[in-house]
């Protein structure tokens, strides 16, 4: 397991949490956008969204417009979601199915493994190579049957690589035969993208700030933090809860002969590096990302799955499982809204972090690894971004 203290080198600050200023800062924002998600994959899909020959999905993040593509051959295919011509937005809205894409400005058209193929009145263009006018592709990766694309690489890690560590763990689950149980949701969150990672792997405040979570899980919470993987799990206990919800779901949660004992009554976490996250439980796993859209604000993106399973019961307890979520949920953003006020605080620089504290000892190590100038207490001087990608 990774400790802040398997550096190669002594890191002088790994006892401080990031400092709040990492929180608000507009040039800290772009220069994290290119150091740190840019090169980080993001999820797009589960494979099954994408069923057939032409269905495509789009995801839009940093001002980049993606879509992910089935092609005729059947594979899976990322491009920028932009005509060559004059840049207009190829397919509209979240999903669609087409057998070619057709631009809705000049009616350009582009085979579904992204080739350039008419063009209307195409002497008309001197300098239009066909060949080379193909839409701008970008890298994909199928993990486990989940669709991710990253725009650019700077050499880190695979999802499979990240998540190697628990591949055991996970493989009964059976992701890849998993489907959709709701469609996306996307909700706009007044927080820098770091509050939500730390607030999910913050291991502290669970018997603080989460009674429901205390009730089911007693003293088994647990977490650990990998290279690139946090891992967090509790077990349900047997006492019945005094929530009606949390009781129901106890009592009722179905066994699931798929899975080994010991993960019947699991709830297990996975925070991937830098930005994704899944719950995974034995009725279903939620998938979520949070996507920085300013300094002080996110975008929370979430799905469900589940292998399909019409048993009555396990359909109340999946509704169980989403009230006692959407609570958890409803406490963890009251905490990180007021947490990204404190960051803009003039009083508040960095604060000490616990031993215990390994995965946002974790995280923050890999922060400052790609941004020294992270290990700040304070925000140097206007323009020091420009210095520094200059240098
Ligand atoms: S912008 Fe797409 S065809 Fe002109
Ligand atoms: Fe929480």
């Known amino acids: 397991m990774h400790r802040s203290t398997d550096l190669p080198y002594a890191d002088p600050d790994a006892d401080w949490s990031l400092p709040g200023w990492l929180y608000t800062d507009a040039e800290y924002f772009e220069l994290e956008c290119a150091r740190v998600i840019r090169p980080s994959w993001q999820i797009v899909c589960h494979e099954s969204d994408l069923a057939g020959p032409g269905a495509w999905r789009t995801l839009s993040y940093l001002g ?3 879509v992910a593509v089935r092609g005729a051959d059947g594979v899976i295919r990322g491009f920028h979601n932009v005509c060559r011509h004059r840049a207009m937005r190829l397919v509209e809205g979240a999903s669609g199915c087409a057998r070619k894409l057709v631009c809705p400005y000049h009616a350009w058209v582009y085979e579904l493994d992204g080739r ?13 190579r066909l060949e080379e006018n193909g839409l701008a592709s970008v890298e994909v990766e199928i993990w486990r ?26 493989a009964p689950y059976r992701f890849e035969d998993m489907r959709r149980l709701s469609d996306v949701r996307e909700r706009e969150r007044r927080v820098n993208w770091k509050n939500v990672g730390d607030n999910y792997s913050d291991n502290l405040h669970i018997p603080v700030a989460h009674d429901g979570l205390t009730r089911l899980f007693g003293k088994s919470y647990a977490i650990e933090a990998a290279d690139w993987v946090d891992r967090m799990s509790g077990e349900l206990v047997d006492r019945p809860s005094s929530d009606p919800w949390e009781r129901f779901y106890q009592t009722h949660l179905p066994r699931v002969d798929h899975l080994p004992e010991a993960n019947q009554r699991r709830w297990l ?9 899944f ?25 469900s799955f589940a292998l399909p399973d019409q048993r009555r019961e396990m ?24 947490v990204q006020e404190g ?49």
């Not at 669709?147 to 499979?160: C, K």
């Not at 960051?343 to 890999?366: D, W």
């Open 116 to 128: 350039l193929s008419g063009v209307p009145m195409k002497s008309d263009y001197p300098a239009l």
């Open 343 to 391: 960051m803009a605080s003039s009083s508040y620089t960095a604060g000490p972090i616990g031993a215990s504290e390994v995965c946002l000892r974790s995280f923050a190590a890999k922060i400052r690894e790609r941004i020294p100038e992270a290990r700040q207490h304070r925000a140097p001087p206007p323009g020091w971004s420009r210095r520094v990608r200059q240098a």
């Open 315 to 338: 359909r109340l307890v999946r509704y169980a499982n989403w009230r006692i979520n959407r609570t958890v949920n409803a406490e963890d953003t009251w905490l990180i809204e007021r």
């Open 269 to 277: 976490y996975y925070k991937l590096w830098p930005n994704m996250a």
């Open 279 to 303: 719950d995974i439980y034995a009725d279903q796993i939620d998938f979520m990302q949070w996507l920085p859209l300013t300094p002080t604000t996110s975008l929370l993106r979430e799905m």
């Open 64 to 66: 980049e417009q993606l």
């Open 145 to 170: 049957g989940f669709v991710f694309v990253r725009l650019e690489d700077d050499g880190g890690p695979s999802v499979a690589t990240m998540m190697a560590p628990y591949d055991a763990e996970v």
